[in-house]
């Protein structure tokens, strides 16, 4: 672990091959679950609505469990969040009936970033080859980024050629310069080692490192979305994170930390409760409208204390949403403001898809597509199949993304190193592995 992060890089993934069948399994450890899901990934014919998924996605096993020894997408107490991610990966294996090794770690933390680096080479030949391509990729991907940062995603958005730009498949092409620009994810490492280290002390490998918002919008876009011009906000409990998709491609990441968690302290203190009791009431009654009928309808609120003579209070439905709206219009003008300062700025039109827990508020897309000033819905996870019903809603977008994200990472360009490959399985599984790799790479 330790010597791949001094290269600057998280660990990388092979690619699956569109013709054979895998075994994958993702864990999002978020600031206040964990999920795992595994699944099979099998050839299938290109999808109209899904067309760059070159395999389905059957869901064979799936967990989570309340996180604890979280902050802010990053790991405050080891010892707690191995404990979780021992629990969620062990019901997940048993309903999958297989035996992990390897699984593809989300990150929301570590104050995601992206870099942008423009290479370019001299043509020898006249024609773009895939020699000029290789020479340009790693020419890019060589450049440094700042100490204390690794990079998790590094993926070429468009080539050029003297001065033609946004060319996507350049062989065969004349020209006298050839460039790349390169859109890299970076992070902060400690947050990146811990939460490695958090799973490999579960006995597992990290098979790679994925921006959260990254692999929400891989679960949750229709590819004319991505084409067109979207971005995918992750609203999780203690991190707020985007990504930007444009021409299909991924082209910018950001995050923050504030999100669902503050929305419950927020509760707790205004109506003087327990956390536990605030997070249930916001889970149950939270909502972003306020007035109407909501102003008769009551809640009970339990008190703080442990005292049985304390009465509980009663509040209205309006007054726990005129509590919530602040907090939530505050995150949603962040995220404006991230946007005008993302190339997202220049699609006018392009439609913002919320993920996450807190996206469940009642009323959120409202409320963004005002603030936001964009057309707003609610992703959930698009073309799994077995995915049960506790888990297709917005707040397992990232857990799915992850399933996902194999078929996408052919997209990513590192400088070789050697890396692990993934899988996992029952008795000589691993051997049959060993022969896929040899037979198709």
Known sequence: ?????????????????????????????????????????????????????????????????AASGMKAGGVVDLVEVEEMVRQALDIAESKAGVQLESVVVSLSGGRL????????????G??????????????????????????????????????????????GMLGQRFGVDMHMVTSDAAVVRNLMLAVERSHLAVEAMVASPYVAGLAVLADDEADLGAATIDLGAGTTTLAVFS?????????????????????????????????????????????????????????????????????????????????VEEILEMVRDRLKASPFAAEPRGRVVLTGGASQLAGMADLAGRILRRPVRIGRPLGLAGLPEAAKGPAFAVAAGLLVYPQAAHLEHFEPRRTRQLMTGTGGYMARVGRWLRESF
């Open 1 to 65: 672990m330790s010597n791949v992060l001094r290269f600057g890089l998280t660990p990388k993934m092979k690619p699956v091959s569109p013709r054979r069948t895998a075994v994958v399994a993702g864990l999002d450890i978020g600031t206040s679950k964990i999920a795992c899901m595994i699944a099979r990934l099998a050839p299938q014919a290109p999808q109209d609505v899904l067309r760059r998924r070159s395999h389905g996605v059957q869901v064979l096993g799936f967990a989570h469990t």
């Open 113 to 124: 970033g992206s870099e942008r680096f423009v290479a370019d080479v001299d043509l020898s």
């Open 126 to 171: 006249g024609a773009v080859g895939d020699g000029d391509i290789g020479r340009v990729l790693a020419a890019a991907s060589r450049h440094s980024v700042r100490d204390g940062r690794v990079v998790l995603h590094s993926l070429p958005i468009g080539y050029a050629l003297d001065a033609v730009t946004g060319i996507r498949e350049p062989r």
């Open 247 to 327: 021409g299909g491609k991924f082209v910018h990441t950001d995050g923050f930390a504030l999100g669902g968690h503050h929305v419950t302290m927020d509760l707790a203190r205004g109506l003087n409760t327990r956390i536990a009791d605030a997070e249930r009431i916001k889970a149950i009654y939270g909502s972003v409208l306020t007035g109407g009928s909501d102003e008769r309808d009551m809640i009970t609120v339990p008190p703080v204390g442990d005292d049985e003579r304390e009465p509980p209070q009663f509040v209205s439905r309006a007054a726990v949403a005129r509590i919530i709206k602040p907090r």
